[in-house]
């Protein structure tokens, strides 16, 4: 059946009447182009109340056979329900296929247009077949996208069904997550299993992409032709994705089982904690294929010389990041400042160094791009160079335009052609396989690539043979643009508008159009769409404080990419580049001063959100745009801290050594070298005076600080709203820093290949209570913490929450938080909850010891003693509640490296009216200052601490109220330097509401 879209919107595909055991459909289209055409696929049946829809996307050209799973009633409950069948009438109960009698297909949006396809007859199928991915593979079972997998189908094996907080199998947004919450009294053992009636005649082995915690261990069972199953493992999880290779023989598969347990020499180290396994994608090998051809390289002869050049030699025919001009302004610039030749030495460093850098070797079907062994890309990939490659097209390319060497010009060159004749700008197979069904699609890898290939365009344009020109352009239309066209098309109304990863396209996006416009003159409309888009997202992204809700490792990502976008948009609209930018924008350094950590002695900022530790090395050309195009003060002070810090001698301004760690191999960053010479400018800066309290209404987020500097004493709180990207489960924790030390930390996050991420963003992994280890639920997301009442002066200053919004098993929780000017801080929090399991957790970077003994106090007692000891300086933590507690200790690791310690208070087990409150008094270890001394004592409902330091005695009553609802009976009452209880004090205030 023939169907021209331009014709017609909908065309009907006739179905025979369904077998009983069908669970797929299998739908043969031959597409004349890849046009990124989107139809819907709606099932339909006589009676309306079980017709489903979901959308396929036409992106290749010649014969494919979609395969579609169709509904089961047990669809995972997932945040995106775009990626699942969508049930197009209200109906109650479990949906049922059995009587439909069409397909309708829809025509929808198009990247490009002149679809026209042949439709062939649809097919019944048991199970989808394994799909073809290159000439040795065939795909058996992708757990990356919720519309490939039925998690009906996996089996639990065993008697004892686990109970669904304890353990089970979850359908993720990119993977199966096989998980156990661990248990002090035996280590668990569950498996899942599938059963099936494959042939496997034609194959050799199969390979499961897996990640398994290091606390944990796998085994995998295959079971052929009735044998006896044989298990691979027990195999200890290494923290990260690896593929399991299992040879094969026989004639049929008839079972896979995934069998995963605890370590038994790391069993009791993590009670309580979620140990989490996931499953890719499993895939079948071709008998005679080599194992360790999966990368699919191709490996192309050297790149020679153009034989002959054109008459058109010049360099910079679309001036995207500079012209002429511009270059003969850097090469002065160069010759008469002493930063400026730092910069130029060290460009020329580097490109030196990729001069022994061979890319042609590396070209294949796919990039050799290592994106978090996330089985997206394979492991067995040659990704640990192609930073290089990225760093060739870049630095190469202007050591080239500003020295005019021609080594660093044709090695430029060679990295040029070579990368646009790889297969796809995608790091595997998962991107492209299968056809049509939107799997991991997200292209990060074909943004970047767009990146570095448009500006080494643009620079060698002058050593490119005319046809080598039209090479470049062309895969700038065909591997950039149809797919981020088409994603944007997906979600640019969503997410993209509130994620960093929507500057990322933007920039790929204005990049691909301009260039590709010189063939193709009318993909100049993406990028005029993009730069509209772009505003909006600016809008949306940034709050009029010029906070965002993601946090630094995510701003500092979009930053660089949203304004490089602004640099090229603008000069190609002869603009400048600051009246492009919307929304609260232009306030964004003035965030990142208050976000600054005062722990660190290098510039860094406090790991709230999806950041690691590993500090911001990329956020210094973003901070020299400001300072240049907005005339920010604040944000050359930041850059004069980033630049003055003491880093590594090689590429010491551009960010860490471009060639360490696997992020850079994307090709994110690899612009930096050019946009840090491109916006500096010789100039110093005030320091910037920050007020002692600062509220951002926007975020919600309060700052109360004693200064601006390494050691200065910062308490942070966390309110707001709650949003869901890359944000956390921690509504209402504070962070508190004092003489360089993080004593109440957020563990942050540590690397997503590693599977102990996910527990990460846990509100027990954050300086709240929870009900046991379960997340904060959000009765009111919008309202998930309401500040009531906040104040400060010389003497101190007070903060009052509700964090009862972020929690549907809290009746009420109440938190006041206090620093009493400048010695030391106090926490109360106040619980009615609704169910048992209340813990109060804390974490830190320094060690815990529990002093509690000293006093006579030993756990469980409602009285205790906390020492905190870090190299640098040490804090006694006094605390007391209206109950008694029992206090545990645990630390997280991430390749057994101790990332952040914690503490865990519980009341008794059915508790649920708990009042708490903690004294912390942080102390410098310089020789010039005794441990505080702090004695604690209850009296029914409240609790008192007498505080000595060197300023003094001071005596704190904490008065809870806990049978109140408003929570304003409660009250904080301080009297400084000689309290005695009757007000004798040098100076008494209280606290309430």
Known sequence: MRWDVAVRQKTNVPMPAKPAAAKAVGLPITSNLASMQFVDVCLECPDRENSFRTSIVIE??????????????KEPELTDRKQLWEHRYAVAG????????????????????????????????????????????????????????????????????????????????????????????????LAFEKTYDQDIGDYQALIVSIAADRRASFRIFVQVDGRTETPFGDRAGIGGGEEVRIPLSGKRLERIRVEVSGVPERHGTSVGERIVTVLRWIMLERRGAAPDACDERLSLAPIAPAPQRPEDADMFPLALLFGAEERDRLRRDVAASPVYQRFYRDLLTEAET????????????????????????????????????????????????????????EAARRALLAIVRCGHWAPGFVNRVPAGIRGYRAPFIEAHTAMTVAVCYDLVYGLLAVPERREVEEAMYDKAIPWIDSYFHQHGEGYLLRSNQGAVYALGMIYASLVASRRYPHAIEYFHKTVVWLGRMMEAYFAADGSTNEGISYLEYTLHHLLEALHVAARHLGVPAASLATGGIARTPAYLLQMQS????????????????????????????????????????????YFNDERMPYSSFFAAHPFDGPFQSTGCYA???????????????????????????????????????????????????????????????????????????????????????????????????????????????????VIRRRSGDARHDYLSADLSGAYREMKRYDRKLLFVRPDYF???DEIVALEDGIVWNFHSRATFVDRSADS?????????????????????????????????????????????????????????????????????????????????????DTVIFVVKGDWGVDRIECAFALVSEAGDASFIRV????GDGNGNGETTFELRG
């Open 354 to 409: 990729n001069l022994r850098y061979s890319p042609e070797e590396h070209v294949g079907a796919y990039l050799p791009v290592f994106w978090n062994n996330l089985g997206i890309d394979r492991v067995s990939k040659q990704w640990q160079d192609t930073a290089k490659w990225h760093s060739t097209l870049t630095v190469n390319a202007m050591a080239f335009a500003l020295g005019g060497d021609e080594r660093h010009g």
């Open 975 to 978: 009297e400084r330097n000689g």
């Open 60 to 73: 290749w050209k010649g014969e494919r056979t979609v395969h579609l799973l169709l509904p089961s009633g």
């Open 826 to 828: 106090l926490v109360m």
């Open 598 to 641: 005062l722990g660190e002695r290098t510039l860094d900022f406090l790991p709230i959100g999806d950041k690691t530790v590993a500090g911001v090395p990329n956020m210094g050309p973003s901070l020299l745009f400001f300072a240049r195009h907005f005339r920010d003060g604040d944000a050359r002070w930041l850059w004069n801290r």
């Open 94 to 189: 479990a949906p049922s296929i059995d009587k439909l009698t069409a397909i309708a297909l829809v025509a929808g949006y198009a990247t490009f247009p002149g679809t026209v396809l042949e439709i062939g007859e649809a097919e019944w199928l048991e199970r989808i077949p394994p799909i073809r991915v290159n000439e040795a593979e065939d795909l058996l079972e992708t757990f990356m996208n919720p519309r490939l997998w039925d998690v009906s189908e996996w089996k639990y094996v065993g008697d004892d069904q686990p109970k669904p907080a304890e353990a089970g199998l979850n359908v993720s947004w990119l993977d199966a997550q096989i998980w156990y919450v661990e248990q002090a009294d035996g280590i668990r053992r």
């Open 856 to 940: 006579g106090n030993l756990p469980p007692s409602p009285t205790g003693r906390l020492v905190l000891d870090a190299p640098e300086a040490g804090m006694v933590m006094a605390y007391g509640s209206n109950c008694a507690l029992s206090v545990s200790f645990g630390d997280y690791r991430d390749q057994d490296i101790v990332t952040c310690r914690n503490a865990r208070l519980q009341p008794p087990p059915t508790a649920r009216q708990f009042g708490f409150a903690a004294v912390m008094v942080p102390y410098p270890k310089n020789g010039q200052a005794a441990m505080p001394e702090v004695q604690t004592e209850r009296a029914g």
């Open 671 to 785: 612009t930096s070298p050019l946009t840090t010479m491109l916006w500096y400018e010789d100039g110093e800066a005030e320091k910037p005076a920050l007020a002692p309290q600062t509220f951002m209404e926007s975020c919600g987020r309060t700052f109360i600080r004693t200064g601006t500097e390494y050691g200065d004493k910062l308490l942070f709180f966390e309110g707001g709203a709650q949003t869901f990207e890359h944000t956390h489960y921690d509504k209402g924790q504070f962070i508190m820093e004092a003489y360089g030390v993080p004593f109440a930390a957020d563990p942050g996050m540590i690397a997503y290949l590693n599977p102990a991420h996910l527990e990460y963003k846990g509100s027990s992994y954050h300086n709240v209570a929870t009900i046991g280890k379960r997340n904060q639920s959000y009765r009111d997301p919008a309202r998930a913490v």
